[in-house]
């Protein structure tokens, strides 16, 4: 026999307007038909050449209404919207509600090296997140995000001078090489999340994530020459792993409507379990042979050790500011070599530095309780500076990667209809410059987001 607290616990937390298991067949169904929809149509979010290297660009993972305040995020709590920064803050998640994020993006980006200017346009999903409250002070979260993107093409053709050699070849002085570099993959992340607030004001929290992807990226070498043997390198790699985010949040009132919030997020790196994988092809297109040589680095990629820390100042519902802090130790992660069958070293990866990042934002509403549309829309900026991860390897030596500074502005504009008046449309605008030794790069985005924020767990009343 169930004893009367259970059912009064059972009530007082669970009874919906329709059944649990009504519920979560719509939270399933939507899942799996906005990720189906995803994996079908996703394209490369990125087309910069940096792209190529290592685990490919990272994505920043905030939300809409985080990215118009430039991607801070670390220590705010909101009980309308899903915070996967810092999965601690689920446990702030409206008792009420059932709240459904997507988001989008458009850009273009202008890439100059030297007196060469070029342009291209993008447009990405980005990401697709869901939570609720399961009981009291426990919210969960899930969804799927990316984690890093490659999508680069180049190809370039100059003529081979031979003069020297062959004065009186037409032949050979006429001989083009055409050097062509590509890249394309990335890795997504699927996570569910879970955020707990064991004592007042306290909330500790965790992702479990699961990462997937293909990175591959070529590099050949090809001459008009039919005798001149062409060279092609085509590096793969696989990757099925996890990822484990641990959290914290504290809050602290300051007078009757203010508060302080520190968070913090810790996220262990380890060894992706898989080789990196050379295909390292000669072919001669007069003979038609060719040689391959596959060459392997096992073990070959790894993840960082990432540590995020983050303060936020709110005035009750009006204002916000936040500052957040990450760094990422790529630069303790081992050089792992490409090997042949004969154990001869082919070349070196792993050559990377630490990644720091510091971002500032806030966002600010006129009257959150207002009557009109001006009054309930909420403003946003941010800035941010980010060092790269990357070491490249040029003709003139190793050179740092880009260093890219970032600002943003946003809003957040509430959807007032009949049937909802607590979903809300993130807008924001990005400028992002990337300024390295190589090629300097500068992005005006729009990101979009939209979230549902719908009352789902509203109780019967019988007169």
Request: proline residues 3%.
């Amino acid at each position: 026999m169930v004893k009367p607290s259970l059912i009064s616990f059972f009530l007082n937390n669970f009874a919906p307007n329709y059944t649990i298991t009504k519920i979560m067949r719509k939270f399933l169904l939507s899942f799996l038909l906005t990720t189906s929809s995803t994996m079908l149509f996703a394209q490369s979010g990125t087309l910069s050449p940096y792209s190529m290297y290592g685990l490919g660009s990272l994505i920043d993972q905030s939300n809409g209404a985080s990215r118009g305040m430039n991607g801070v995020g670390q220590a705010f709590r909101e009980s309308n919207q899903i915070n996967y920064l810092n999965p601690a803050s689920y446990s702030s998640i409206d008792s009420l509600t059932f709240i459904f994020d997507v988001g989008m993006s458009l850009q273009r980006t202008i890439f100059k090296e030297g007196n060469v200017t070029k342009g291209a346009n993008v447009a990405d999903f980005e990401y697709i997140i869901a939570g609720f409250r399961a009981a009291r002070h426990l919210g969960i979260g899930f969804g799927l995000v990316p984690y890093t993107d490659m999508g680069f093409g180049f190809e370039s053709t100059q003529k081979v001078n031979n003069y020297a050699q062959y004065p009186y070849d037409p032949l050979y002085n006429s001989t083009t090489q055409k050097t062509s570099y590509s890249s394309d993959g990335g890795l997504h992340e699927v996570f569910v999340g879970i955020g707990w607030e064991p004592v007042k004001r306290l909330s500790i929290g965790t992702n479990v994530s699961f990462l997937w992807g293909e990175l591959g990226r070529s590099v050949s070498s090809v001459f008009s020459d039919t005798y001149a043997n062409s060279i092609y390198k085509i590096y793969s790699q696989t990757v099925h792993t996890y990822k484990l985010s641990f959290a914290a949040q504290y809050t602290h009132p300051i007078g009757k409507h203010d508060n302080l919030t520190v968070g913090a997020t810790v996220t262990p790196g380890h060894n992706l379990g898989t080789d990196a994988e050379l295909e390292y092809i000669s072919y001669n297109a007069y003979t038609v042979q060719g040689d391959t040589v596959h060459c392997a680095a096992t073990n070959g990629i790894s993840m960082p050790t990432e540590i995020a820390l983050g303060v936020a100042y709110k005035h009750g519902d009006k204002w916000k500011l936040g500052l957040d802090y990450s760094m990422q130790n790529w630069g303790k992660l081992p050089v792992r070599n490409y090997l042949k069958p004969d154990g001869t070293i082919v070349g070196t990866t792993g050559r990377y530095d630490n990644r720091h990042k510091i971002n500032v934002g806030g966002e600010w509403c006129r009257n959150p309780n207002g009557r009109s549309f001006l009054d309930k829309v909420r403003c946003r900026a941010g800035i941010s500076y980010t060092s790269s991860y990357l070491k490249i390897n040029t003709t003139n030596g190793i050179v740092n990667g880009p260093r890219e500074v970032s600002a943003s502005i946003g809003f957040g504009l509430p959807i007032i209809n009949n049937y909802n008046n607590r979903s809300v449309l993130n807008v924001g605008f990005q400028w992002v410059n990337e300024s390295g030794s190589v090629i300097k790069e500068n992005t005006f985005r729009i990101n979009i987001g939209l979230t549902f924020n719908e009352r789902w767990f509203a109780k019967w009343k019988f007169d």
